[in-house]
Protein backbone atom coordinates (compact mmCIF):
# COMPACT_ATOMS: atom_id res chain seq x y z
CA UNK A 1 0.00 0.00 0.00
CA UNK A 2 1.32 3.19 -1.03
CA UNK A 3 2.33 5.86 2.13
CA UNK A 4 -0.49 8.41 1.03
CA UNK A 5 -3.26 5.51 0.93
CA UNK A 6 -2.32 3.89 4.01
CA UNK A 7 -2.59 7.67 5.60
CA UNK A 8 -6.47 8.13 4.33
CA UNK A 9 -7.27 4.60 5.84
CA UNK A 10 -5.58 6.07 9.01
CA UNK A 11 -7.20 8.59 9.15
CA UNK A 12 -10.80 7.63 10.24
CA UNK A 13 -9.59 5.36 13.22
CA UNK A 14 -7.25 8.09 14.12
CA UNK A 15 -10.52 10.30 14.21
CA UNK A 16 -12.43 7.66 16.49
CA UNK A 17 -9.59 7.07 18.81
CA UNK A 18 -9.10 11.16 19.60
CA UNK A 19 -12.67 12.16 19.81
CA UNK A 20 -12.97 15.95 20.23
CA UNK A 21 -14.65 17.51 22.45
CA UNK A 22 -14.38 20.50 20.39
CA UNK A 23 -16.52 20.12 17.10
CA UNK A 24 -14.59 22.97 15.25
CA UNK A 25 -11.51 21.26 15.51
CA UNK A 26 -13.25 17.98 13.71
CA UNK A 27 -14.35 20.20 10.98
CA UNK A 28 -10.56 21.94 10.50
CA UNK A 29 -9.58 18.22 10.39
CA UNK A 30 -11.70 17.00 7.56
CA UNK A 31 -11.06 20.10 5.74
CA UNK A 32 -7.33 19.09 6.15
CA UNK A 33 -7.39 15.55 5.21
CA UNK A 34 -9.49 16.42 1.70
CA UNK A 35 -6.83 18.91 0.99
CA UNK A 36 -4.00 16.69 1.43
CA UNK A 37 -6.21 13.42 -0.40
CA UNK A 38 -6.39 15.96 -3.47
CA UNK A 39 -3.20 17.47 -3.91
CA UNK A 40 -1.24 14.28 -1.84
CA UNK A 41 3.03 15.18 -1.57
CA UNK A 42 4.53 17.70 -2.90
CA UNK A 43 6.49 16.85 -6.29
CA UNK A 44 9.37 18.99 -8.18
CA UNK A 45 6.89 19.73 -10.51
CA UNK A 46 5.78 22.60 -8.15
CA UNK A 47 7.97 25.73 -8.12
CA UNK A 48 8.11 25.49 -4.28
CA UNK A 49 9.61 22.43 -4.88
CA UNK A 50 11.69 22.20 -7.61
CA UNK A 51 14.77 21.66 -6.33
CA UNK A 52 13.82 18.68 -3.74
CA UNK A 53 12.39 15.51 -4.31
CA UNK A 54 10.41 13.25 -1.97
CA UNK A 55 9.92 10.31 -3.95
CA UNK A 56 13.34 7.87 -2.70
CA UNK A 57 12.25 7.86 0.86
CA UNK A 58 8.14 7.81 0.43
CA UNK A 59 9.33 4.02 -0.53
CA UNK A 60 9.79 3.27 2.83
CA UNK A 61 6.93 1.18 4.21
CA UNK A 62 6.32 4.07 7.39
CA UNK A 63 3.80 2.88 10.03
CA UNK A 64 1.58 6.28 10.65
CA UNK A 65 1.62 5.64 14.29
CA UNK A 66 3.33 3.94 16.56
CA UNK A 67 2.22 0.52 17.98
CA UNK A 68 3.37 1.21 21.30
CA UNK A 69 5.04 3.10 24.19
CA UNK A 70 8.56 3.35 24.24
CA UNK A 71 11.03 4.61 27.10
CA UNK A 72 14.29 6.03 27.01
CA UNK A 73 16.42 6.45 29.57
CA UNK A 74 18.13 9.76 30.70
CA UNK A 75 21.81 8.61 30.39
CA UNK A 76 20.93 7.80 26.42
CA UNK A 77 19.82 10.98 25.55
CA UNK A 78 21.76 13.45 28.62
CA UNK A 79 23.80 14.79 25.56
CA UNK A 80 20.84 16.39 23.62
CA UNK A 81 19.51 18.58 26.45
CA UNK A 82 21.54 21.93 27.17
CA UNK A 83 22.53 20.25 30.61
CA UNK A 84 24.76 23.15 32.08
CA UNK A 85 21.35 25.42 32.48
CA UNK A 86 18.09 25.28 33.92
CA UNK A 87 15.15 24.73 31.47
CA UNK A 88 11.43 23.51 31.14
CA UNK A 89 11.69 20.14 28.96
CA UNK A 90 8.88 18.98 26.54
CA UNK A 91 10.06 15.80 25.65
CA UNK A 92 8.62 13.14 23.77
CA UNK A 93 9.25 9.39 22.71
CA UNK A 94 8.31 8.17 18.91
CA UNK A 95 5.35 10.84 19.26
CA UNK A 96 4.25 10.08 22.57
CA UNK A 97 4.93 12.35 25.55
CA UNK A 98 7.46 11.41 27.86
CA UNK A 99 6.63 12.26 31.59
CA UNK A 100 10.06 11.25 32.98
CA UNK A 101 12.20 13.20 30.87
CA UNK A 102 9.73 16.47 30.94
CA UNK A 103 10.08 19.36 33.31
CA UNK A 104 6.63 21.18 32.15
CA UNK A 105 4.89 23.93 34.50
CA UNK A 106 1.62 25.69 34.78
CA UNK A 107 3.11 28.43 37.34
CA UNK A 108 2.36 31.77 35.72
CA UNK A 109 2.85 30.41 32.14
CA UNK A 110 1.82 27.21 30.60
CA UNK A 111 4.69 24.90 28.91
CA UNK A 112 2.61 21.66 28.44
CA UNK A 113 1.65 19.33 26.00
CA UNK A 114 -0.74 20.63 22.48
CA UNK A 115 -3.29 17.06 23.09
CA UNK A 116 -4.41 18.92 26.72
CA UNK A 117 -4.99 21.99 25.20
CA UNK A 118 -6.81 20.74 22.52
CA UNK A 119 -9.25 18.68 24.26
CA UNK A 120 -9.43 20.30 27.64
CA UNK A 121 -12.26 23.00 27.79
CA UNK A 122 -10.41 25.72 29.80
CA UNK A 123 -8.31 26.20 26.94
CA UNK A 124 -11.27 25.93 24.30
CA UNK A 125 -10.40 29.76 23.69
CA UNK A 126 -7.34 29.77 22.76
CA UNK A 127 -7.36 26.85 20.68
CA UNK A 128 -10.42 28.71 18.86
CA UNK A 129 -8.34 31.89 18.45
CA UNK A 130 -4.84 30.43 17.21
CA UNK A 131 -4.71 27.21 16.06
CA UNK A 132 -4.59 26.91 12.42
CA UNK A 133 -4.92 30.38 11.94
CA UNK A 134 -1.87 31.41 10.41
CA UNK A 135 -0.48 27.75 9.20
CA UNK A 136 -0.63 27.16 5.31
CA UNK A 137 -3.87 25.34 4.75
CA UNK A 138 -3.29 25.12 0.73
CA UNK A 139 0.26 23.63 1.33
CA UNK A 140 -0.89 20.02 1.42
CA UNK A 141 2.02 18.57 4.59
CA UNK A 142 1.07 21.45 6.35
CA UNK A 143 -3.09 20.37 5.77
CA UNK A 144 -2.05 16.50 6.72
CA UNK A 145 0.01 17.54 9.80
CA UNK A 146 -3.46 19.73 10.89
CA UNK A 147 -5.96 16.78 9.97
CA UNK A 148 -3.38 14.29 12.31
CA UNK A 149 -2.23 16.90 14.80
CA UNK A 150 -2.52 15.67 18.62
CA UNK A 151 0.30 16.01 20.23
CA UNK A 152 3.17 18.20 20.51
CA UNK A 153 4.24 21.37 22.88
CA UNK A 154 1.89 24.08 23.79
CA UNK A 155 3.30 27.53 25.55
CA UNK A 156 1.46 30.21 26.02
CA UNK A 157 3.54 32.91 27.84
CA UNK A 158 1.01 36.11 29.78
CA UNK A 159 1.42 39.41 29.21
CA UNK A 160 4.59 41.30 30.49
CA UNK A 161 6.60 37.75 31.32
CA UNK A 162 9.99 37.63 30.97
CA UNK A 163 11.17 33.23 31.09
CA UNK A 164 13.68 32.81 33.02
CA UNK A 165 14.44 29.61 31.47
CA UNK A 166 14.65 28.57 28.19
CA UNK A 167 12.38 25.79 26.90
CA UNK A 168 13.79 23.03 25.58
CA UNK A 169 11.00 21.01 23.12
CA UNK A 170 12.63 17.36 21.86
CA UNK A 171 11.29 14.66 19.98
CA UNK A 172 13.23 10.98 19.93
CA UNK A 173 12.82 8.55 17.56
CA UNK A 174 13.52 4.80 19.36
CA UNK A 175 14.00 2.92 15.78
CA UNK A 176 11.63 0.21 17.59
CA UNK A 177 9.36 0.36 14.10
CA UNK A 178 10.91 -0.51 11.20
CA UNK A 179 10.22 2.54 9.90
CA UNK A 180 7.91 5.50 11.61
CA UNK A 181 6.26 8.38 10.35
CA UNK A 182 5.79 11.22 13.46
CA UNK A 183 3.35 14.54 12.85
CA UNK A 184 4.40 16.90 16.13
CA UNK A 185 2.11 20.03 15.98
CA UNK A 186 3.37 23.09 18.64
CA UNK A 187 1.80 26.26 19.31
CA UNK A 188 3.81 29.30 20.81
CA UNK A 189 1.93 32.55 22.19
CA UNK A 190 3.81 35.19 23.47
CA UNK A 191 2.38 37.89 25.20
CA UNK A 192 2.24 41.92 25.54
CA UNK A 193 6.20 42.76 26.40
CA UNK A 194 6.81 39.16 27.25
CA UNK A 195 10.27 37.49 26.33
CA UNK A 196 11.42 33.07 25.71
CA UNK A 197 13.99 31.32 24.22
CA UNK A 198 12.58 27.76 22.35
CA UNK A 199 15.60 25.08 21.48
CA UNK A 200 13.44 22.31 18.99
CA UNK A 201 15.12 19.61 18.54
CA UNK A 202 14.00 16.68 16.18
CA UNK A 203 16.71 13.15 16.86
CA UNK A 204 16.49 9.75 15.81
CA UNK A 205 18.37 6.82 18.40
CA UNK A 206 18.62 4.07 15.98
CA UNK A 207 19.13 3.98 11.98
CA UNK A 208 15.64 2.60 11.23
CA UNK A 209 14.21 5.46 9.09
CA UNK A 210 11.85 8.05 9.75
CA UNK A 211 9.73 10.87 8.30
CA UNK A 212 8.89 13.80 10.46
CA UNK A 213 6.15 16.36 9.17
CA UNK A 214 6.05 19.23 11.83
CA UNK A 215 4.27 22.29 12.32
CA UNK A 216 4.89 25.35 14.59
CA UNK A 217 2.39 28.09 14.93
CA UNK A 218 4.13 31.03 16.77
CA UNK A 219 2.30 34.41 17.33
CA UNK A 220 3.89 37.21 18.84
CA UNK A 221 2.39 39.66 20.16
CA UNK A 222 3.17 43.90 20.62
CA UNK A 223 6.66 43.65 22.02
CA UNK A 224 7.27 40.10 22.33
CA UNK A 225 10.41 39.43 22.12
CA UNK A 226 10.81 35.74 20.80
CA UNK A 227 14.45 33.45 20.30
CA UNK A 228 13.93 30.67 18.44
CA UNK A 229 16.69 27.38 17.94
CA UNK A 230 16.33 24.77 15.54
CA UNK A 231 18.96 22.24 15.87
CA UNK A 232 19.19 19.43 13.15
CA UNK A 233 22.18 16.99 13.65
CA UNK A 234 20.22 13.61 13.17
CA UNK A 235 21.43 10.38 11.86
CA UNK A 236 21.35 10.10 7.72
CA UNK A 237 18.24 7.64 8.06
CA UNK A 238 15.83 10.85 9.09
CA UNK A 239 13.95 12.88 7.38
CA UNK A 240 12.75 15.88 8.40
CA UNK A 241 9.76 18.37 6.84
CA UNK A 242 9.39 21.72 9.17
CA UNK A 243 7.04 23.90 8.64
CA UNK A 244 7.00 27.21 10.81
CA UNK A 245 4.88 29.94 10.57
CA UNK A 246 5.26 33.09 12.74
CA UNK A 247 3.07 36.17 12.94
CA UNK A 248 4.39 39.63 14.49
CA UNK A 249 2.27 42.26 15.87
CA UNK A 250 3.43 46.29 16.74
CA UNK A 251 7.30 46.50 17.66
CA UNK A 252 7.74 42.69 18.45
CA UNK A 253 11.25 41.03 17.72
CA UNK A 254 11.15 37.12 16.43
CA UNK A 255 14.28 35.44 15.39
CA UNK A 256 15.22 31.62 13.90
CA UNK A 257 18.15 30.13 13.79
CA UNK A 258 18.15 26.66 11.64
CA UNK A 259 21.12 25.16 12.21
CA UNK A 260 21.24 21.68 9.47
CA UNK A 261 24.17 19.45 10.28
CA UNK A 262 22.66 15.64 9.48
CA UNK A 263 19.76 13.98 8.36
CA UNK A 264 19.06 12.32 5.00
CA UNK A 265 16.66 14.93 3.78
CA UNK A 266 15.53 18.35 5.27
CA UNK A 267 13.18 20.82 4.18
CA UNK A 268 13.09 24.18 6.39
CA UNK A 269 9.92 25.98 5.41
CA UNK A 270 9.74 29.40 7.23
CA UNK A 271 7.23 31.95 7.17
CA UNK A 272 6.99 35.37 8.72
CA UNK A 273 3.91 37.29 8.52
CA UNK A 274 3.99 40.96 10.10
CA UNK A 275 0.48 42.25 10.87
CA UNK A 276 2.16 45.88 12.90
CA UNK A 277 4.28 48.92 12.42
CA UNK A 278 7.91 48.90 13.92
CA UNK A 279 8.14 45.21 13.31
CA UNK A 280 11.63 43.34 13.44
CA UNK A 281 12.24 39.52 12.41
CA UNK A 282 15.13 37.88 11.60
CA UNK A 283 16.15 34.68 9.92
CA UNK A 284 19.46 32.99 10.10
CA UNK A 285 20.69 29.30 8.96
CA UNK A 286 24.09 27.80 9.48
CA UNK A 287 24.40 24.48 6.70
CA UNK A 288 27.23 21.77 7.39
CA UNK A 289 26.41 18.78 5.55
CA UNK A 290 28.52 15.94 3.18
CA UNK A 291 27.95 12.60 1.58
CA UNK A 292 24.58 12.60 -0.24
CA UNK A 293 22.70 14.71 2.28
CA UNK A 294 20.02 17.15 1.03
CA UNK A 295 18.72 20.75 2.76
CA UNK A 296 16.32 22.94 1.65
CA UNK A 297 15.62 26.25 3.42
CA UNK A 298 12.41 28.18 1.81
CA UNK A 299 12.01 31.07 3.61
CA UNK A 300 9.11 33.80 3.02
CA UNK A 301 8.84 37.32 5.14
CA UNK A 302 5.47 38.94 4.08
CA UNK A 303 6.17 42.89 4.41
CA UNK A 304 2.09 43.82 4.79
CA UNK A 305 2.90 47.25 7.08
CA UNK A 306 4.91 50.27 7.56
CA UNK A 307 8.25 51.09 8.79
CA UNK A 308 9.47 47.06 9.40
CA UNK A 309 12.65 45.20 9.17
CA UNK A 310 13.62 41.82 8.09
CA UNK A 311 17.32 39.97 8.03
CA UNK A 312 17.98 36.55 6.43
CA UNK A 313 21.50 35.26 6.64
CA UNK A 314 22.06 31.99 5.66
CA UNK A 315 25.75 30.35 5.58
CA UNK A 316 26.07 26.84 3.56
CA UNK A 317 29.35 24.88 3.37
CA UNK A 318 28.57 21.32 1.13
CA UNK A 319 31.25 18.73 0.89
CA UNK A 320 30.63 14.85 -0.80
CA UNK A 321 27.86 14.78 -3.01
CA UNK A 322 25.21 16.44 -1.17
CA UNK A 323 23.06 19.35 -2.19
CA UNK A 324 21.90 22.53 -0.70
CA UNK A 325 18.53 24.73 -1.61
CA UNK A 326 18.07 28.29 -0.48
CA UNK A 327 14.71 29.58 -1.58
CA UNK A 328 13.98 33.02 -0.42
CA UNK A 329 11.10 35.00 -0.61
CA UNK A 330 11.15 39.09 0.70
CA UNK A 331 7.37 40.01 -0.19
CA UNK A 332 6.62 43.93 0.14
CA UNK A 333 2.70 45.10 0.09
CA UNK A 334 2.23 48.47 -1.28
CA UNK A 335 0.94 49.71 2.19
CA UNK A 336 4.60 48.38 3.90
CA UNK A 337 6.17 51.40 2.89
CA UNK A 338 9.43 52.55 4.98
CA UNK A 339 10.73 48.53 4.66
CA UNK A 340 13.79 47.59 5.35
CA UNK A 341 14.40 44.05 4.52
CA UNK A 342 18.18 42.05 3.95
CA UNK A 343 18.70 39.08 2.49
CA UNK A 344 21.73 37.36 2.49
CA UNK A 345 23.19 33.57 1.24
CA UNK A 346 26.87 32.70 1.27
CA UNK A 347 27.36 29.44 -0.31
CA UNK A 348 31.32 27.03 0.25
CA UNK A 349 31.76 24.15 -1.93
CA UNK A 350 34.00 21.35 -0.83
CA UNK A 351 33.83 18.97 -3.47
CA UNK A 352 33.23 18.96 -7.25
CA UNK A 353 30.05 17.01 -6.81
CA UNK A 354 28.77 19.15 -4.36
CA UNK A 355 25.74 21.39 -5.30
CA UNK A 356 23.71 24.28 -4.37
CA UNK A 357 20.43 25.77 -5.84
CA UNK A 358 20.02 29.23 -4.89
CA UNK A 359 16.94 31.80 -5.65
CA UNK A 360 17.17 34.43 -3.97
CA UNK A 361 13.45 36.56 -4.43
CA UNK A 362 12.04 40.04 -4.24
CA UNK A 363 8.81 40.79 -4.96
CA UNK A 364 7.97 44.63 -4.02
CA UNK A 365 4.88 46.52 -4.55
CA UNK A 366 5.81 49.44 -2.12
CA UNK A 367 8.02 52.27 -3.79
CA UNK A 368 9.44 54.13 -0.19
CA UNK A 369 11.71 50.92 0.83
CA UNK A 370 15.43 49.40 0.91
CA UNK A 371 15.55 45.95 -0.35
CA UNK A 372 18.89 44.38 -0.90
CA UNK A 373 19.07 40.68 -1.39
CA UNK A 374 23.10 38.40 -2.35
CA UNK A 375 24.46 35.06 -2.82
CA UNK A 376 27.61 34.21 -3.46
CA UNK A 377 29.04 30.51 -4.32
CA UNK A 378 32.57 29.19 -3.98
CA UNK A 379 35.24 27.89 -2.60
CA UNK A 380 37.80 28.41 0.46
CA UNK A 381 40.22 31.13 -0.36
CA UNK A 382 43.38 29.91 -1.28
CA UNK A 383 45.35 32.68 -0.54
CA UNK A 384 44.05 32.72 3.64
CA UNK A 385 45.03 29.06 3.76
CA UNK A 386 48.28 29.17 2.12
CA UNK A 387 49.40 32.65 4.61
CA UNK A 388 47.84 30.78 7.71
CA UNK A 389 49.94 27.24 6.73
CA UNK A 390 53.10 29.29 6.84
CA UNK A 391 52.44 30.53 10.23
CA UNK A 392 52.64 27.13 11.40
CA UNK A 393 48.84 26.16 11.38
CA UNK A 394 48.29 22.89 9.81
CA UNK A 395 45.86 22.78 6.83
CA UNK A 396 43.15 21.01 8.32
CA UNK A 397 43.27 23.49 11.14
CA UNK A 398 43.11 26.49 9.05
CA UNK A 399 40.70 24.85 6.36
CA UNK A 400 38.38 24.71 10.04
CA UNK A 401 39.57 28.13 10.85
CA UNK A 402 38.61 29.82 7.66
CA UNK A 403 34.93 28.33 7.86
CA UNK A 404 34.36 29.06 11.52
CA UNK A 405 34.84 32.08 10.32
CA UNK A 406 32.70 31.93 7.38
CA UNK A 407 29.83 30.90 10.21
CA UNK A 408 30.15 33.09 12.73
CA UNK A 409 28.13 35.93 11.91
CA UNK A 410 25.45 33.33 12.34
CA UNK A 411 26.65 31.75 15.64
CA UNK A 412 27.46 35.10 17.59
CA UNK A 413 24.03 36.13 17.68
CA UNK A 414 22.89 33.07 19.51
CA UNK A 415 21.85 34.35 22.93
CA UNK A 416 22.07 31.06 25.27
CA UNK A 417 25.21 30.79 25.97
CA UNK A 418 25.51 27.14 26.42
CA UNK A 419 23.73 26.50 23.30
CA UNK A 420 26.60 28.66 21.48
CA UNK A 421 29.53 26.06 22.84
CA UNK A 422 27.11 23.25 21.70
CA UNK A 423 26.83 24.42 17.79
CA UNK A 424 30.14 25.31 18.14
CA UNK A 425 31.56 22.11 19.68
CA UNK A 426 28.82 19.99 16.41
CA UNK A 427 30.63 22.39 13.82
CA UNK A 428 34.00 21.37 15.31
CA UNK A 429 32.61 17.78 14.70
CA UNK A 430 31.75 18.17 11.69
CA UNK A 431 34.60 19.32 10.09
CA UNK A 432 36.80 16.73 11.83
CA UNK A 433 39.15 19.44 14.39
CA UNK A 434 39.31 20.05 18.02
CA UNK A 435 39.97 23.41 18.29
CA UNK A 436 41.10 23.90 21.72
CA UNK A 437 39.93 27.29 22.55
CA UNK A 438 36.74 28.74 23.46
CA UNK A 439 34.74 29.99 20.54
Not at 119 to 148: G, R
Not at 254 to 282: C, K, M, P, W
Request: glycine share 4%; hydrophobic share 35%.
Amino acid sequence: MELKEKILSSFMAFEEKIADVNNDLHDIRISAIKNFENKGFPTKKEEAWKYTSLNAILKNNFSVFAKKENSVEFAEVKKYFLNEVDTYKVIFIDGKFSSHLSSTTHDGLDVCLMSSALNKPKYKMVIDTYFNKIANSDDSLTSLNTAFSHEGAYVNIPKSKVVEKPIEIIYFSTGAETALMTQPRNLIIVGENSHVQIVERHQSLNDNPVLTNSVTEIFAQKRAIVDYYKVQNDLQSANLIDNTYIAQKQDSHASVHTFSFGGNITRNNLNFYHQGEHIDSTLKGITIIGDKQHVDHYTLVQHATPNCESHQNYKTILDGSATGVFNGKIYVEKEAQKTDAFQQNNNILLSDKATINAKPQLEIFADDVKCSHGCTIGQLDENAMFYMQQRGIGKKEAKALLMYAFTSEVTNSVKIPELRRKIARIIADKLGVNMGFDI
